[in-house]
């Protein structure tokens, strides 16, 4: 689990934001984007909102998933009813193959 | 969820993985289930009823979930968050029997149980349409508590390359404070064909890192993290459009000590210190590995695979800042 506190410095990050875009583009801090790999990142910032200001907030697109193997199953109580509305989580466990992520 | 004959369907798996299934239901203990594996038969579950009188007092916390408006909240999931027993508390793995997932019913009501003294407990709370809220100091018996989640802050934007849309990106925040008990996790979600995406419900008045998930970027471009501030309760953050560009190229080879092709399910992991996220990537025999459109951003890579360790002096990623080819990660025999 990654974890531990890191440093909060939103304040001095919206002032280099800000100076970033008058000169150009150098970023300071973790958001840090150096003259030499702008390239990777770019912005128009909030002048081009994505949204109009008074626009209703659309709904959300959720995450795409590559095709993949669907998991079905059945949710019974120990009598053989259905359970409906029973909720079916899931978390990756283990590689098929292989030692794992870490 | 299950539907009304309850059966449930989970699509588009990885098919490299196995996975732990948790099945909870109101009025049922919840089940979990180890190593399954989504490309074999059906899974068929059967959930044992519980009744909450069933339940110590001692070791439960009785608790309704409501909304701003103080209406019952159906369906949220309530997970432990921390055990605190005296002046010490544990996180992750609790003692065997402990509830993973409680279900909150039409009322909003919930047991969550224990399987061991405690003085108090975290919760976290998951509901549609409202923001992912954790609680500390809940506490066993006793009167049934009210937990009131809030509906939380929005935060949108538009993703483009070469001025036109891009659909089908996936996109994350995780609030900047990884701290266990103020961590609000990760939320994903995808752009739709206008690039637009939509983020309805995060937890509010935060700092969070936003980023392009790597795996929905292959062959896209690149989309580094970056900090962003979301605002207060009911508000709407606008990060505007936001340009995907080619990102840096990783390329070079892994090798083992003491053979000529790597163990089969070798895999190359690829990950991101600010971004929640990483990407998996299946090795050939030859250990050959070339990434494209990877961030500009503090990286690592690792490699998992059976039965060797990384050799000392590994070439090392850091911050990105150019193309990073040639580079040898060298694995030795043992764990």
């Known amino acids: 689990m990654r974890d531990g506190a890191k440093p909060r410095r939103g304040w001095l990050e919206a002032v280099c934001l800000i100076a970033a875009m008058m000169l150009g583009g150098v970023f300071l801090g973790r958001t840090a984007q150096q003259p030499g790999i702008l390239r990777t990142v770019g912005t128009s910032g909030p002048e081009v909102p994505a949204l109009a200001p008074n626009a209703p907030l659309p709904p959300s697109t959720p995450a795409f998933s590559p095709p993949g193997p669907n998991l079905v199953g059945r949710v019974v109580s120990l009598q053989g009813d259905p359970v409906p509305g029973a909720r079916v989580l899931i978390d990756a466990a283990a590689p098929r193959v292989g030692r794992g992520y870490t | ?335």
């Open chain 2, 1 to 335: 969820m299950a539907d009304a004959h309850g059966n449930f369907k989970i699509e588009s798996l990885s098919s490299n993985l196995l996975f732990r299934v948790v099945v909870a239901a109101r009025g049922f203990e919840p089940l979990t289930l180890t190593k399954v594996d989504p490309t074999q038969a059906p899974l068929a579950v059967r959930l044992k009823p519980r009744g909450k009188d069933q339940l110590p007092a001692s070791r439960t916390v009785f608790g309704r979930v409501l909304d701003a408006r103080k209406q019952p909240v159906a369906g949220a999931e309530v997970s432990i968050n921390g055990v605190t027993v005296g002046n010490s508390t544990g996180y992750g793995q609790q003692p065997a029997g402990t509830d993973l997932v409680a279900v909150s019913d039409s009322a909003g009501e919930f047991e969550i149980y224990v399987a061991k003294h405690f003085d108090s407990v975290g919760l976290e709370f998951n509901a549609p349409g409202l923001a992912r809220t954790k609680f500390a100091g809940a506490t066993p018996g006793g009167a049934r508590r009210d937990f009131v989640l809030p509906a939380g802050a929005a935060l949108v934007g538009r993703l483009v390359r070469g001025g036109k849309p891009v659909q089908g990106i996936n996109v994350g925040v995780a609030s900047e404070d990884r701290g266990v008990e103020s961590f609000t996790g990760d939320f994903v979600v995808g752009t739709d064909p206008d690039g637009l995406f939509v983020f309805p419900n995060l937890p509010a008045d935060r700092e969070y890192q936003f980023y392009g998930v790597l795996d929905s970027l292959r062959g896209t471009g690149a989309l580094s993290a970056r900090v962003v501030r979301v605002g207060k309760e009911g508000s709407r953050t606008d990060l505007g459009v936001i340009n995907l560009t080619p990102g840096w190229r990783v390329a070079g080879e892994v090798r083992v000590a003491n053979a000529r092709t790597l163990p089969v399910g070798s895999r190359l992991i690829l990950g991101r210190e600010g971004a929640w996220d990483f990407s998996v990537i299946d090795l050939p025999a030859d250990g050959r590995f070339d990434l494209h459109n990877v961030p500009c951003e503090a990286l690592d890579l690792r490699v998992g695979m059976a039965g060797y360790h990384a050799a000392a002096n590994q070439p090392k990623l850091g911050r990105l800042a150019s193309d990073r080819t040639g580079l040898v990660l060298l694995m030795e025999p043992g764990q």
